[in-house]
């Protein structure tokens, strides 16, 4: 497999195909989102308590799924690091008195168990979306 076939090397998935949102859902954010000059953004998951996060890869044909994020300060913190001890978040970062742990999405059913550990039962509605990375806009 050369370069032409795989231009996103180590994205995930389609959205679409995860079923953490449905078909319609992920064509409508694909569209808002494709023609920005965005590159990775995360969608902000609806939760009582804790910062949910899906991070995903703006592709050309999709949006490609990067990692579930959860984020927890305070008291909360103490809840996101039990959910680190689980075999679905692999990362871990410390910030202040914040904790963040991360669920790569490979394997892809890997996505599905972190959520439904901070309770979240798909398919999700994303309330909104906040630029990780862009492509250089300045120039």
Not at 11 to 17: Q, S
Not at 79 to 106: G, H, M, R
Request: glycine share 6%.
């Amino acid at each position: 497999m050369g370069d032409a076939e795989e231009p996103t090397p180590r994205v995930g998935p389609c959205l679409e195909d995860t079923a953490i949102v449905d078909e319609s859902t992920s064509i409508n954010l694909h569209a808002l989102l494709e023609p920005t000059e965005y590159n990775i953004v995360d969608l902000l998951i609806p939760h009582n308590e804790l910062e949910v996060v899906l991070r995903v890869f703006i592709g050309l044909r999709c949006l490609h799924v990067l990692e579930v994020r959860v984020r927890g300060c305070g008291e909360r913190a103490e809840v996101v690091k039990k959910l680190y001890e689980k075999p679905e978040f692999t990362s871990i970062v410390l910030e202040s008195n914040c904790i963040e742990v991360a669920a790569p999405w490979d394997p892809p059913l890997r996505l599905l168990g972190a959520l439904r550990l901070v309770g979240i039962e798909p398919p999700i509605e994303p309330i909104a979306y906040r630029v990780v990375d862009r492509f250089a806009l300045d120039r």
